[in-house]
């Protein structure tokens, strides 16, 4: 139906041939075998278009994959990853902020510079050390002082213990990046077959913003990594055991109260139910009720315990 001319159609038609019937004629068999390879070819060419698709995302996988095997190995310099993706942070940071070699320092803002990096880092600095500078001395004291902060905050730590945990914030930040740039593809690849109405074709434009994505998913790996770290913030052993032991004593304290409470209202309860006040003479079962009725006082006022006040009189 697809691929037969109309040629065929009107000598089936001709021939009156019956749905389901078999057909004896070279012609048709020659016509099926025709629209079989037609077929195949489409099918081949399909599958040939996703894997042109698919080769672009297994070269950022290898990329990726190399990676972070080589970030798990012992002898990697996780150090120095970390100083190179801090200068790589900062550049950005004073692009973003205007500061750039060559503009008056007139243009800079400083302000915002110090209000992304107490935010970002919980670095708060002074603004005397980076007024009255060029952008190459606001990098330069940035770099130092940052450097200086995550030493004083990570030299407390053992080097196997700073090594761990700078791998595992890395690794967290990597895995949950590149789920969301592989999310990313999917839906780049979904659409990007109407770029061919615009007479471009999707293959060449699928790889130009895959590309795109994945060096910002890079960048956003760098920054991300240098932001966490500067901002983490460890609690040692002996800060751990102090703040255990103050809650203990603030729990016993609070329970210590409530029993006192407790026994308090226990008390005050038995003495109200349990003795008779005083001044109050006590009525005799088989003298008449005080409440004028004429019976006796265990067959009135007395049959649920005596009534005193103002019951007595009701």
């Known amino acids: 139906r697809i691929f037969a001319s109309d040629r065929i159609t009107a000598i089936m038609t001709r021939m009156g041939v019956d749905h389901g019937e078999y057909i004896e004629s070279g012609?048709?068999?020659?016509?099926?075998?025709?629209?079989?390879k037609k077929v195949e070819s489409l099918h081949f060419e399909s599958r040939k278009h996703v894997l042109e698709y698919?080769?672009?995302a297994n070269a950022q996988r290898k990329q990726i994959y190399s990676f972070r095997r080589n970030l798990l190995r012992e002898d990697f310099s996780i150090a120095d990853k970390i100083e190179e993706n801090r200068e790589i942070y900062l550049d950005l940071l004073l692009e973003e902020c205007g500061i750039l070699e060559g503009l008056p320092s007139e243009?800079?803002?400083l302000e915002k510079?110090?209000?992304?990096?107490k935010e970002e880092t919980r670095l708060e600095l002074d603004p005397s050390q980076v007024a009255d500078r060029d952008a190459l001395q606001i990098r330069e004291v940035l770099i130092e002082t940052l450097k200086s902060s995550y030493e004083e905050k990570m030299g407390a730590l053992q080097p196997e213990q700073r090594g761990e945990i700078e791998r595992i914030v890395y690794l967290q930040l990597l895995d949950e990046l590149w789920r969301e740039h592989l999310y990313q593809m999917d839906i780049l690849k979904t659409g990007i077959g109407l770029r061919g109405?615009?007479?471009r074709d999707p293959l060449v434009e699928y790889k130009k913003e895959s590309f795109m994505l994945f060096k910002e998913m890079t960048v956003r790996l760098k920054t991300s990594t240098v932001r966490t770290l500067h901002s983490l913030r460890l609690r040692m052993e002996a800060e751990q055991e102090a703040a255990v032991?103050?809650?203990k004593?603030?729990?016993?304290?609070s329970q210590s109260d409530m029993q006192m409470v407790h026994a308090a209202s226990s008390t005050s309860g038995a003495s109200s139910v349990g003795t008779t006040p005083a001044g109050e003479k006590k009525i005799p079962r088989n003298d008449p009720c005080p409440c004028g009725s004429g019976k006796k006082y265990k067959?009135?006022?007395?049959?649920s315990g005596p009534k005193r006040g103002a019951f007595a009189k009701a």
């Not at 510079?113 to 990096?117: F, G, N």
């Not at 004593?249 to 304290?253: T, V």
């Open 249 to 253: 004593e603030n729990l016993q304290q």
């Open 107 to 109: 243009e800079y803002n």
């Open 54 to 56: 698919d080769d672009v």
């Open 299 to 303: 067959q009135c006022c007395g049959k």
């Open 113 to 117: 510079l110090l209000e992304k990096l």
């Open 27 to 36: 012609m048709v068999t020659r016509a099926v075998e025709k629209a079989q």
């Open 197 to 199: 109405y615009n007479q």
């Open 245 to 247: 032991s103050r809650f």
